[in-house]
Structure formats: C-alpha cells, structure tokens
C-alpha cells in the first residue's frame, strides 16, 4: 500500500496597510509576522519529520514567499502552479464591508445577486476544478511521499469540501482555514482516505487580521 499525503497551505499575513481586497493583484507581500509565520512552519514540518518531496505554489507574491523556507528547508526545487492561485472576484483592490467600501455603490450590487454561484468572482466550481487537479497531479509527484502546495484561503476551504462532500456555498466567517494553516490531504493507492487541519502559528494569529478569501 502506498501512502502519499498532500498538504494544502494557506499563505502567511500579508503587508496590506490599505485594508483591500488584494485577490490576483501583484506586489502584496508578507508582512514581518507573516515571513515568521511561514518560516515557523517550515520549521514545524521539518521538526515532526515530515518527507515533503515536492513544494509547490501559487505565482502570487506571497505564495512564493512562504513556499521558500519550506522548499529551502527540504532541499526541493519550488514549484509554480497557476492552478492554485486566489479566486477572481470583481471586489479586487476595493475595500470591502457592509455599510462601508465598495458595498456603498449602487453599481456594485448587482454582483451579489447570487452568493450560491458566486456572482461577484470565478465559480466555486471551477476553483474546485483547478485545484482538485493541481492537488492530483503533485500526489502523482510526491507518491509514496508528501508534497506541500501554497495557496490561498478560498480555493483551499473550497477543495476540502469537495473532498468532504460538502455543499460548497457556504459563509466566509466560518471557514476553518487561517492563516499559515494546513489542510493535509491523506492517500493510500491513490484513493483519498481523509484529512487532518492544523494551525502549526496559532500563537501568531493574536491581532493577525486578513479579509475573508485573502
């Protein structure tokens, strides 16, 4: 029996003075927290063990930056998958709330009729797509081993449904991803037999606020 896990990573706090909904915009990097957030995990995997044969990550900016310590620390070279990539959304570089930001404008609104879909962004059926194959195609890379791919809040909540059998509509404010968490995927023979979450910084996350989706 082969046994392979895939470890799903959501990136660490990002510097975002502005408050925005950064989505695929460039240039947002790590804050100093978040570099430490990323370097901690690095620092987790390697100390319980871990065979992480292959790192992989979203082209954003501060994807790449918390995929480095951890590639750096297994000796593998990082990977680019544009499959793990953040979710499009029409809110992007806009702040975002109810009562305040780009919700005021009535031209706005007519991107949240229909929350089921959603509306304002890329279907959550089709970050499901991407990823599932994103996460299939590093198990076939990794088999027998662990591979650890970096990617973004939504799309690593909505995979973990997908595998769970969840509706994937849900509300942002209950989604058990933080960040710098991860959602590790288990396999034997190729078939998913389970997952395990775990927030290897939660003792980081003290005043460590990023926007839902970010």
Not at 70 to 93: M, P, S, Y
Not at 95 to 116: E, I, Q, S, T
Not at 168 to 185: E, F, G, I, M, V
């Amino acid at each position: 029996m082969v046994s392979t896990t895939v470890h799903l990573l959501r990136h660490g706090e990002v510097h975002n003075p502005e408050g925005v909904l950064y989505g695929r915009l460039p240039g947002y990097r790590l804050s100093d927290r978040g570099q430490e957030m990323a370097a901690r995990v690095a620092k987790h995997l390697t100390g319980r063990g871990r065979d992480v044969a292959a790192v992989i990550a979203s082209p954003l900016q501060r994807a790449q930056e918390t995929a480095t310590p951890i590639a750096e620390a297994f000796g593998v070279e990082l990977g680019t998958d544009d499959r793990l990539i953040e979710a499009e959304n029409h809110f992007e570089g806009m702040r975002f709330g109810v009562g305040d930001g780009a919700l005021r404008r009535p031209a706005h609104w007519k991107y949240l009729w229909n929350p089921f879909r959603p509306s304002w962004g890329e279907p959550y059926a089709d970050q499901v797509r991407r990823m599932r194959a994103a996460v299939e195609t590093a198990r076939q890379a990794a088999e027998g081993h662990e591979a650890v791919l970096v990617s973004h809040q939504l799309p690593v909540w909505l995979t973990r449904c997908a595998f769970e059998g969840r509706r994937l509509w849900h509300d942002p404010r209950n989604r058990q991803c933080n960040l710098a968490s991860l959602t590790s995927l288990r396999f034997e023979d190729g078939r998913f037999i389970g997952l395990h979450y775990s927030e290897p910084v939660a003792d980081l996350y003290d005043g460590a606020k990023q926007l839902p989706g970010a």
